[in-house]
């Protein structure tokens, strides 16, 4: 019989054996996940995926303050040097989704190994690189193996933390994604400094070879694999729907990448956007209709409490968010000429209020719910609003901008982690990863149009501080979409309750 078995997706009721014989599954054989005894090395684990996590999302960042010195040590235009920035974003989010399925079925330990050798290697590739063409080549197959590897992590927390522990593991979780996204300019700041402006953003990505040989080493240690009555032998992969929500993702995206490099053809793709989700969603559903495991389970997750308002939550921060601290470094650097360390060092207190609201966040997120997150997003915009009002034309300029981006920060570490939590919390663990990457390529996706949007609006300004001003409106408008989002979650909760 055991050669015979082999395990099937099955709608509402999680996995399912089967055999070529009708061979009904041994009560013993089933399992409820919520039921188990919590990995005693369930910690541990989490730092390890947290760091490997961090090394990938900071490589998101840390770029924003190496344009110039990318510009000079390989003698390109900036439109060019975009697509070195740009083109990680793209590539990570293409693949997030599939990269989350794909642990959900073959196991996370397999994909965090697979996902992270693939990211050393492009990340030395990068780094040795002698053309710029091959710099961006490398780049994307580094964002490419960057979206194997993060959602992992929602994975990897859905299926050994329970109840509070959850909590407390996603916040540590959002605490990681806030802080690589705003200390990347400070880390990119310090290593080109220490290693010269003509070659020091070679390094910006050499360091993640001995980092990530280490987190290899950590992976195949203590993550632990996934017992072999749950793995989904002969596991058939949604390549159709992969295929369609790629396509999706890359008719939105390319566009805005497009549009930061100076060009404005492909903005004639985003009419496919709709028609191409339009598609994914009917393919899933005919899947699901059928008894076939899908990449994404669209019916399933549209019906969990909380789930679609929180992505859209998550994807409208980030396009808020993002932006601003991007167009605030620009600034910093092209009109108040501050070199790369002091732009990232004017903007650590938003990494420091992220890096102390986050865990507090997490811990208590259970017990308040989305109220944390609707009052988050107005601190938040508190922060930024009196940036806007007091810091621009200013000196000293520090004395404006650290402590409004330090409450800026202290609202933004409370946003993440919370909204992860809650919008996953009633995810099952078999679609943790997937799931957890769809929520992931939303960030993803605001990223990028966040970026486009607010370096567009600075570059309308007639002045660099008017820009400023202008783009950190818009942002504001963003974020006060997200603002609505998060009270209508709140209104669902409470009607939930």
Do not use: C
Not at 305 to 326: E, K, S
């Amino acid at each position: 019989m055991g050669a015979n078995l082999r395990v099937e997706w099955a709608p509402g009721a999680g996995e399912r054996v089967v055999s070529e014989h009708a061979v009904d599954v041994p009560p013993e054989r089933e399992h409820d996940d919520r039921a188990e005894a919590p990995d005693p090395r369930r910690w541990r684990i989490l730092g390890v995926t947290l760091t490997v996590g961090f090394m990938s999302l900071l490589d998101v960042s840390i770029v924003n303050v190496a344009i110039p010195s990318m510009r000079e040590g390989l003698h390109t235009s900036s439109a060019t040097i975009q697509w070195v920035v740009s083109g990680y974003a793209l590539a990570f989010g293409l693949t997030l989704v599939a990269g989350g399925r794909l642990g959900d079925a073959y196991g996370r330990r397999r994909m965090m190994l697979i996902g992270l050798t693939g990211f050393v290697l492009s990340s030395a590739a990068v780094g040795l690189a002698p053309s710029v063409g091959l710099v961006i080549a490398a780049r994307l197959l580094q964002g490419a193996t960057a979206g194997l590897l993060t959602p992992q992590s929602s994975g990897l927390i859905q299926q050994l933390f329970r109840g509070p522990e959850r909590a407390r593991a996603f916040g540590m979780f959002g605490f990681t994604v806030s802080t690589a996204a705003a200390i990347g300019p400070v880390l990119g700041g310090l290593i080109i400094a220490a290693a010269g402006e003509a070659d020091g953003w070679r390094w910006l990505f050499l360091i993640n070879v001995p980092i990530g040989a280490a987190a290899l080493v950590a992976v195949a240690t203590l993550v632990p694999r996934r017992p072999p009555d749950r793995v989904e032998h002969g596991a058939r992969i949604d390549v159709v729907g992969a295929v369609l929500l790629g396509l999706t993702v890359l008719a939105l995206l390319y566009p805005v990448v497009s549009v930061e490099s100076g060009a404005r053809l492909p903005l004639l793709l985003l009419v496919l956007v709709p028609v191409l989700a339009f598609a994914f969603a009917r393919w899933e559903l005919h899947l699901r209709r059928h008894e076939r495991p899908p990449l994404l389970d669209v019916e399933l997750l549209r019906g969990l409490p909380g789930y679609v308002n929180g992505l859209t939550v998550g994807t409208l921060y980030f396009t808020g968010y993002t932006g601003l601290i991007l167009v605030i470094s620009v600034y910093l650097q092209e009109a108040l000429h501050y070199s790369p360390l002091e732009a990232g060092l004017l903007i650590i207190p938003f990494a420091v209020g992220s890096a102390v609201s986050a865990p507090l966040a997490g811990r208590y997120v259970s017990d308040v719910g989305r109220r944390l997150t609707v009052g988050a997003l107005v601190v938040v915009m508190t922060g930024t609003l009196l940036f806007l009002l007091l810091a621009p034309g200013r000196d000293p300029l520090w004395a404006w901008a650290v402590p409004t981006l330090l409450l800026a920060g202290l609202g933004g570490g409370a946003v993440i982690s919370p909204n992860i939590t809650l919008t996953l919390a009633d995810v099952p663990p078999r679609m943790g990863g997937a799931a957890g990457g769809a929520l992931q390529t939303g960030q993803r996706i605001g990223s990028s149009i966040g970026a486009a949007l607010l370096v567009t609006a600075y570059g309308l300004g007639s002045t660099p501080v008017v820009g400023l001003r202008l783009a950190l409106g818009t942002g504001l408008v963003l974020l006060s979409l997200a603002l609505v989002m998060a009270v209508r979650a709140l209104r669902v909760q409470d009607q939930g309750a």
